[in-house]
Every structure is written in structure tokens, then in C-alpha cells.
């Protein structure tokens, strides 16, 4: 009977040391899902510069180094961190402590395994073709091409009256929102809109319900016409 539980015991610890080994091994898969909070600021395409940096290539890269990003912090190219799995992992866990005083509005992943699971991925993703294909939509996973919209999203005029934005589409709706709650945005990229004909897309982002997007800055003031409708009281 006693070598029986001693068995049992063993099995059961052993089976727990499997489990607890296989919870530790960094899944890829796992950490593409945890990079979907990463993706609105950096792009794993080469160049393609966000609000952060592309990662395409960043191992082994100086910190501030990728020369087609024009917004590195003062902090970043002062440094003298090059990214690989050590300073990556503490960069991720907590970006003030590896370089104090840097603009990246992230306070860090403290999880140890799901760092790891987004290393994972990102060692392999940021490699030479080898990003994810992602698919243009118009809510999130990649970006859509705004000169081939539908009018539905096409914009055709933008009214301000006391805290309210109305935005008019080429299919003749009206969409009224709260002025916080509309962000006015620019894309000079070949993806942005046609100049004169900014887009209307829904919004991800906490607190916002949709962006309008230029082609330019100087389109945003002459766009939009401060006038209310005579059943709007002003």
C-alpha cells in the first residue's frame, strides 16, 4: 500500500512538472495575440513608422537607431542599449528602468510569461519576411487604402456648432458626435485619402467614437465650416 501512494505521489508531482514546464515554454501564437496592444503604435514592416518605430529588424539594432524614424526621444539616442532577448525582456517589462526619461507611453508587461510569449513572436516576426500578413479592414488589422472607401466613409463636409461635430458622407448621412469624441487626423501616406475628400473611420481607441482623416494638415481648418442648422440652437 505504501509503494502504491508512493507511486501515485510520484506520478502526480511528476505530471505537476510537466504541466508547469509546458505553461513556461514561450508560445508564439500566444504572443502574436499580445502584440495586437503593440500594433496601433509600431509596425512589423520595414520602415513603416507609426507612432513608435517599425520593429522590423530590431535585433541586434541601437536603440534610436533606425534612421527613417524622426521622433526618437532624446533619451533613446543618447543610450547605448542594442536590443536582443535580455534588453528587450526588460524593456518590455518596464521601459523607464532600462532607459529613464524615454516617451513611450507604456508602463510595462510585468507578466514574465507573457513577455515571453511576445518575444516569441517578435523574434520571429520581425525577421526578413516574415511579418504576419494582416488583413485592411476598417476596424483594426492593418491599414485600409482610404482612396478606394466606399461613400459611406468618403466625407463630404464637417460642421461645427457649440460641442458638437457633424459630419456629412457622400451617401448623404449625417453623423453627429461630441467633439472629444472625434479625433481629426492626417495621412500623407500613399494609403491616406484623396486631398479634398478626407475618410470617416470608427475609432478603437478609449473615449473616441470615429476619426476623420486629411490628406493634409492645411485641409482641417478650411474643411471644416463653423455654422449650425437653424433647429440647433447656437
Not at 517578435?122 to 476598417?138: C, E, Y
Not at 487626423?185 to 486629411?214: C, H, N, Q, W, Y
Request: aromatic share 6%.
Amino acid at each position: 500500500m505504501r509503494r502504491l501512494w508512493i507511486s501515485i505521489v510520484g506520478f502526480v508531482g511528476m505530471a505537476i512538472g510537466l504541466a508547469q514546464a509546458s505553461a513556461a515554454a514561450p508560445d508564439a501564437a500566444r504572443g502574436q495575440r499580445a502584440f495586437g496592444a503593440c500594433a496601433s503604435c509600431h509596425s512589423l514592416e520595414p520602415d513603416k513608422n507609426m507612432t513608435g518605430p517599425s520593429l522590423a529588424n530590431v535585433w541586434n539594432r541601437k536603440a534610436g537607431g533606425l534612421a527613417s524614424f524622426p521622433r526618437y526621444s532624446a533619451a533613446l539616442k543618447s543610450s547605448d542599449v542594442v536590443w536582443n532577448d535580455k534588453t528587450l525582456d526588460a524593456w518590455i517589462k518596464d521601459p523607464q528602468h532600462v532607459i529613464a526619461g524615454n516617451e513611450m507611453p507604456f508602463e510595462g508587461l510585468k507578466n514574465d510569461q507573457q513577455r515571453a510569449d511576445l518575444l516569441a513572436f517578435l523574434k520571429q516576426a520581425t525577421q526578413p519576411g516574415h511579418a504576419p500578413q494582416q488583413t485592411s479592414g476598417m476596424m483594426g488589422g492593418g491599414d485600409p487604402d482610404l482612396k478606394t472607401i466606399g461613400p459611406d466613409h468618403r466625407v463630404r463636409a464637417i460642421s461645427y456648432c457649440t460641442d458638437t461635430f457633424r459630419v456629412t458622407t457622400s451617401d448623404g448621412n449625417m453623423h453627429a458626435f461630441w467633439e472629444r469624441n472625434l479625433r481629426l487626423k492626417v495621412d500623407s501616406s500613399s494609403l491616406g485619402p484623396e486631398k479634398g475628400t478626407p475618410a470617416l473611420l470608427g475609432a478603437g481607441m478609449a473615449g473616441d467614437r470615429a476619426d476623420v482623416i486629411f490628406a493634409a494638415p492645411d485641409e482641417i481648418s478650411a474643411f471644416i465650416k463653423p455654422e449650425c442648422s437653424p433647429t440647433t440652437s447656437k
